[in-house]
């Protein structure tokens, strides 16, 4: 089945820093999310990006689907973004999303 | 929009009894769902897809028996937990997918299930 791991596993930051979180696929997607799980977690969805690139406030996302890597930028980072960081993918003609192993993001204020 | 809720939120069973979840979601109609499970410190594992009018199609390992789905409308799906042990206390959670072409999961806030 297809392989999806994300790294760092975890990443301590002081607040106001910059992070990269990385997520590694095994084949072909058409289907790439990555969430922000919150301490009683829910999961949030940040971007629904298969391919390219996509902005939000301080989040931005960069998918290279011939590459089979997206990575995930947090720029000015703040302790309300701590969390468990996932990427999930999904293959053409499966709905079905396959996790990463998460990236587990703490900012100390 | 795009809202998918979950009820209940947390859940205390005592061993041998049922527990049912409920997924809805809210704001759009859902042909697929998906029911994870999530164990402590751990990502999420897909349990089963769950397409509204048809049986459940369970990941391998996942007992049918032991873990009954039903998605009897676009907007509802069921959990049940049947003949619960401690070995099932987990937190369950549920996501969705519009009928549209683009192939986003939305997801429910999630189940606490404790099994006593």
């Known amino acids: 089945g297809i392989q999806v791991e994300q790294s760092p596993p975890d990443l301590i930051l002081q607040e106001g820093a910059n992070s990269t979180l990385r997520c590694n696929f095994s084949?072909?997607?058409?289907?790439l999310q990555w969430f922000h799980q919150n301490p009683w977690g829910q999961l949030i969805n940040l971007f629904y990006i298969p391919s390219g690139t996509k902005q939000n406030g301080r989040l931005s996302a960069t998918t290279v689907a011939t590459e089979r890597y997206s990575l995930l930028y947090i720029s000015s980072s703040q302790t309300t973004d701590s969390g468990v960081y996932f990427c999930a993918v999904g293959y053409f003609g499966n709905e079905k999303l396959t996790f990463g192993t998460g990236t587990r993001l703490t900012i100390i204020p | 929009g795009a809202v998918v809720s979950q009820h209940p939120s947390r859940v205390i069973c005592k061993s041998g009894t049922s527990v049912k979840i409920e997924c809805r979601s809210l704001?759009?109609?859902?042909?697929?769902m998906f029911w994870y499970r999530q164990f402590p410190k751990q990502s999420l594992m897909l349990m089963a897809t769950s397409n509204e009018g048809s049986k459940a199609t369970y990941e391998q390992g996942v007992e049918k028996d032991k873990f009954l789905i039903n998605h009897a409308s676009l907007t509802l799906s069921t959990l049940t937990v049947t003949s619960a042990h401690p070995e099932d206390s987990s937190f369950y959670i549920c996501?969705?997918?519009?009928?549209?072409?683009?192939?986003?999961?939305?997801f429910g806030p999630g189940t606490r299930l404790t099994v006593t």
């Open positions: 084949d072909s997607v058409n289907n």
């Open positions: 996501s969705a997918r519009d009928q549209g072409i683009r192939t986003e999961q939305y």
């Open positions: 704001d759009f109609q859902a042909t697929t």
